[in-house]
């Protein structure tokens, strides 16, 4: 048999039993005919199972608004009279004439069979309704979470499609720049960007890398931006070594140190150093990038607002937080970075 339908049958047989022998109890110690007593309960509560699937099947389809749950409640009274007058007839053709003391009995519990029935029906339709109203919210949550995982995944994907331009573009100047003063350079930027772009596009929005890939993947990076710069920018690394095998996203160092080279190298003609380091702090890898930083300058290199913007708004569809992101400026040194949390 079906594993659905045996639920079912569990579902309806068991209280169905437990009604039979309650009732049977309370018949036959009222008239001493345990066979009457029997047939009366089996064919009542069977007439009453029956209202009561229908009630059932009448909220699966029909669920009254707040305004018209009368409507409900005259469904079941009619369903109560149906039950009284369908097992009275069943038991009547059962029961002899000649016994009276039975029929009497039958005609003075009308009413307290009638209130009984009205009882265990709203409560029954109770029951059912607050099970089809958690169902149906289950699944309207369920939808929801599919529609906000769609959302989540567009938007990251739109922050990635535009992440790989934004670079790339920057990478074209730059090549374009050194085309005309050192071919040979920027022949030997176009390789590096080629390796560059040939490792992120493999790269999803999911993608996690080891602490010591990103590393490596932004050092790539740098390697680009030097060939421009050439010896006006400068970059001190500090890693703690035993971060080197635990999981970030990946591409999220990239934009820290970008960040850096448009607002503290770009914005200067002396050399400039950027400092960054990755450590580990409460249970998060802390991966940040410090650069010189002239508040007179700020606005003269004014950018898009994608990159860190970005960066927050990726980490908290990610994690779900808001507070990764950091920024900070002190004595003339801009500072920005990330707190990742360990998974694992």
Known sequence: ???????????????????????????????????????????????????????????????????????????????????????????SLVVPASNEK???????????????????????????????????????QSRFNEIQQLYRETELNALRQQLQPHFLFNSLNSIQSLAATDAQKARNMVLQLSDFLRGTLRKDNHAQLTVEEEIEHTRLYLE?????????????????????????????????????????????????????????????????????????LSGTKKGTGFGLNSLQRRLFLLYGRNDLVHTDIENNFFSASLKIPITS
């Open 224 to 296: 680009i931006e030097m060939v421009r710069f050439s010896d006006r920018l400068q970059v001190e690394w500090k890693v703690d070594e035993k971060l080197n095998s635990v999981k970030i996203p990946a591409l999220v160092l990239q934009p820290l140190v970008e960040n850096a080279i448009k607002f503290g190298v770009y914005q200067t003609s002396g050399p400039v150093k950027l400092w960054v380091e990755v450590s580990e702090e409460n249970k998060h890898v802390i991966l940040s990038v410090k650069n010189p930083f002239d508040p007179e």
């Open 102 to 140: 039975y029929q009497d009995m039958l005609l003075q519990s009308v009413m307290l069979r009638f209130f009984i029935a009205l009882v265990v029906m709203v409560c029954s339709a109770l029951i059912v309704w607050i099970r089809r109203q958690s169902e149906s919210e289950a699944r309207s």
């Open 1 to 91: 048999m079906n594993p659905r339908w045996q639920q079912i049958m569990i579902q309806t047989l068991a209280p169905a039993l437990a009604g039979v022998g309650a009732m049977w109890l309370v018949l036959s110690n009222y008239i001493q005919d345990y066979q009457l007593a029997f047939f009366d309960s089996i064919i009542s509560i069977s007439i009453f199972v029956l209202c009561t699937k229908i009630i059932s099947n009448i909220l699966r389809f029909y669920r009254p608004t707040q305004g018209r749950i009368w409507k409900l409640f005259v469904w079941i009274f009619l369903l109560g009279i149906a039950w009284i007058f369908g097992s009275f007839s069943l038991v």
